[in-house]
Structures are given as structure tokens and as C-alpha cells.
């Protein structure tokens, strides 16, 4: 099968390896920093502890943002950075990464006034102007604008519309599914030389001064719990909150961070994203963001609370619908509304945050810090403090080009802003449909599946019987829960459910999805499933989805 792409592959195994770069952390951070590296002809191997985007990468409006918030505090040069990561991601990946209409409403608020927004609007279109070139048209961003009282109120039923004056547009992108695209990004990496594991921890790092390079110290979890000892030149900590760095080599932590959280409700709240002022108890006021998510869902957020727990309490989901109907005039939302939380962990530069503060002062930018700084015998080490979803790969080629700087590599040029993945070939899709797939399955594995067409492809030549649709699901064909499983390194149902197969994107898939997904698993790993297997599987999801402590 010429040019397939990669598993993802069991390295590192075996006698000590030596690479030129390893990576601790397998979020988009990490993933940005694995690919950058391996494009640019570094040999690299990328760690993680547990699965793959399971963590705060995990928590996201899936807005790819296209840096008008800055403006609003004159950072003409993160406006234009982050307008370019924007059209970079709608570049590599347009099947995932789509447009996405913005509204927000004007007042009479020396801040929020129509001449004040309309131009700062103005002004950002022409900072953008050359966002489009080269772009294919289904992802051009039209420039922004001001609109009339009732444009906005179309966007949403029931708008609470009382002292505003009109509306303001314009477009981001949405990633339609940050899990895929997260995978798709890692395959890629994969398929240009790097070494990928995920539920491999990062035990230990040490500087080998006679050699001047890292021993490092893997422990995969899944794998009978194998060590493995690598070398490495260089060492990048991408882990959440900086973890690695704080536990092995004892560094205080100078940022502190806030839990973030987003909701996904099972109400379609408004056609496009739109940005709303609600108000908590205390009646204070933070403007919002709610945007459409699949069909009949809405994605709400962030709100930010001074604790580092992973869960939320039944009164924080209540404070959380409480805010959210104080946008509205007669809809009103309850807790069993809520069908998925997502809950991750953001740097701030405050020292503390009000407990249930729905605003932060979150980390403006990204920090890339040396450790050499901390100790003078671990020079080549780095720590990668991650922001924005959007500017991960931004970051990446930074870290990269200062990498290169302070220790006088020759590495590639960046891949930033001319990166495309790989999409199936017309004669693979072709194939596909002879073999009796609708225009819709077509659709579903080019939008979600894009870089493994011929490896779908094989398997179902193979297996005819991987050409029917998954239990409970009607476009996605069993085929790509086999590929997810075989290629993909899942090593859990959860791995599969929520991070592989894109179904479980807005709440728990169906029972008889969740079985059949199971069954394959097991099956893979060589297990049984039996009853008792499911229900544990079950509540595990359940769990997930709702992650609700009891206090």
C-alpha cells in the first residue's frame, strides 16, 4: 500500500535509543512541538502519560480564534500571529476546521459602542486583508461588520435584548471535532519519523554530563509495566501545568492556574456563535460565548474557578444554567440540560482567583523557558507553558527556532503556514463508493478520517462485512472503528469513544454503540466482554461526560 500512513507505532522498545529531541506531554502543545520537530528533521520521540488530548486539550470552546480579542487591548502583533495560526489550521485541515459567523450585541457602553466596535472591525479587516490568499473557497473568512438590532436577534430565540443597540460580525473558525484534528496532527508527525506513546510516563530525566545529553526513564503503563531508557539531546516538557518539571527536578511554580470550564447543552440556543453579557449572583456581568455544536447542541463558556479539582459540583452546574438563562427571556435551562462538561486547567498571571469568578486573568501569552535558568546542568531543557488551542503550532515553530538559536542547530525551515495534511486520493473515495458506501458515508470518513482513506480502504476490501454502519450510528461505517483501534494506539474504550471516533462528540454515544465498540475492543485485546465489563465501561463514560464530584 504505497504511502499509507503510519500506525502508531510500539517505540521506543527494545536497546537504548538516542533522539535528537524528547517530548513530555501529549496535548496540542506537545503534539505541535512533535510534528514542527520531526518536519524540520529532528529525530523525536513524544511521551505521554496517559491518552493522547485527554487532558486540558480537552477543554475548548473549539473556536480556532483569529485575534480580534486583542485588539481590545492594542496587541496589534498577537491580532496578526493569531489571524495566521487561524488560516494555518484552515489549511492543513478545511474538512475539520470550518468558518464560523460570530455576533455580538453593541450597547450604549463607551466600550461596546457601535463606533468604537465597528471601528476596531474595521480596522481588523484591514490588518487581515491578505487572509484569503491561496485559501480554496469553502474556508474563506468574509471581513466583519455592524448589524441591525433584529440581524442579531435572528441568531438566537428569545434574546434578552433589552439596552442594546444593534450588533457587531464577524468570522473565526470552529474545529469540528478537536479530538480528530488532534490525531490527524499526531498521525503526520508519526508518518514523518517521529516516535510516538501514549500511557508511557516520562519517570525520570537526568543530564549525563560526560555526554552532555539526557538519560531518560520511560514507564509504559499499558505494556506490563515495561521501562524503557532512552537518550535524548534535548528535552521539551509540554505536560500539563508544567507537572514533569515541578516533580523531577523540584522547580517551584511562579504561575498559577485556574480550572476552566465548558458546558454542552442539549438545546439548539443559537444559529451562529454570539457572545452574551450574564450576569452572576452577585450581578456582576461577563460576556459569554455560545455557539451551535453538531445538531441540536450548544456549546457555552468559560467560566474559571480557583480550584484544581477535574470535576464540578451540582452547585457550580447550577450557578453555570443560572447564568445562562439571565441571557434570555423565557427559555430557561436546567442542570439535566447539561449533557457534557469539559474541565481543564489554564495559566493565569493572578496569584489567586475568587472562588466560581466567572472571569480570570489568564496567561496572555505563551512561555517558553529554559531550565538552564533554574539549573545550570540542564542546559538543552525546556519547559513549554501552552495558551491558546489556536496558536499551538505557532508556538511549536517559535520553540523550534530558539531551539536551533541557543544551541546552533541546522534544522528545516517551519512548517507554519503552509502545513496541509494528507487527503484521500479521488481513486481511493472512488473505490469506496463501488464497494457500495452512500455520498454521506463518503463524506463522513473525508471529513473526519481524511488522512487514512487507503487504509480504510484496504480493511474493508478485506472485510466486507466493516462496509455496515456501527450500531446506532448511520454514516459512520465499522471500518473506522477497526482502523481507530488497529492504527490509533487506543488502549481504552474511552480512548475509542471520545478522543477516536467523532460520535461522541456532544454526549455519550448510544447503548448499542457503546456495545458494539466495546465488544470490538475486548475483542482486539484479546478479552471477553461480559456484562459486568459493559456496565463498569458504561459508568466510566457516564463519568466522563458529567464529571460531577458530590460536594
Known sequence: MADAMPELSSKPSGSEQVYDLLVCGGGIFGVSVAYEAAKRGLKVCLAEKHDFGAATSANSLKMIHGGLRYLQSFDVKYAFISARARQDWLRFAPELVRPLPCFMPTTRKPGKSRLLVGGGLAFYNLLTAWRNRGMADEVVIPNGGLCSLDTLTQCTEDLMSEGMTGGAYWYDAQAISTERLLISLLMQAKQAGADIKNYCEVAAVRKDSSRGDFVCQLHEAKAGSKKTQIRASYFADC???????????????????????????????????????????????RLMFMSPWGEGYSLIGTWYFDTDRTT????????????????????????????????????????????????????????????????????????????????????????????????NLSVG????????????????????????????????????????????LALCEQEPGLLEAVPGEVDCIRGLVRYAIEFEAVRSLEDLLVRRMPFGNAQSPKNKTVRYCAQVLFQHLGQSLTDEDLRVEQEKLRNFYLKINPS
Not at 523531577?248 to 454542552?264: D, T
Not at 489567586?352 to 512561555?367: E, I, N, P, T, W
Request: aromatic share 8%; hydrophobic share 40%; glycine share 6%.
Open 239 to 285: 505536560s500539563a501545568q508544567a507537572q514533569f518539571s515541578r516533580s523531577c527536578f523540584g522547580f517551584s511554580e511562579p504561575i498559577s492556574y485556574v480550572q476552566a470550564v465548558n458546558v454542552v447543552v442539549s438545546k439548539a440556543l443559537a444559529k451562529n456563535a454570539i457572545g452574551l453579557s450574564m450576569k452572576d449572583a452577585s450581578g456582576e456581568s
Open 413 to 456: 525551515s517551519t512548517t507554519f503556514g503552509n502545513a496541509r495534511a494528507k487527503v484521500p486520493q479521488i481513486d481511493t473515495l472512488a473505490r469506496l463508493r463501488k464497494l457500495g458506501l452512500s455520498e454521506s458515508q463518503l463524506a463522513y470518513i473525508r471529513r473526519y478520517f481524511f488522512a487514512a482513506g487507503e487504509q480504510i
Open 312 to 407: 464540578v459540583s451540582p452547585g457550580t452546574l447550577q450557578e453555570i444554567v443560572d447564568q445562562v438563562n439571565s441571557a434570555f427571556d423565557k427559555v430557561k435551562m436546567v442542570p439535566e440540560d447539561i449533557v457534557q462538561v469539559h474541565v481543564g486547567h489554564l495559566p493565569s498571571d493572578q496569584v489567586k482567583l475568587k472562588q466560581s469568578s466567572a472571569d480570570a486573568s489568564l496567561l496572555k501569552h505563551a512561555r517558553i523557558e529554559s531550565l538552564e535558568a533554574h539549573d545550570p546542568n540542564l542546559s538543552g531543557a525546556y519547559r513549554i507553558v501552552g495558551t491558546k488551542w489556536t496558536l499551538a503550532r505557532y508556538q511549536a515553530s517559535v520553540f523550534l527556532d530558539r531551539l536551533a538559536k541557543d544551541h
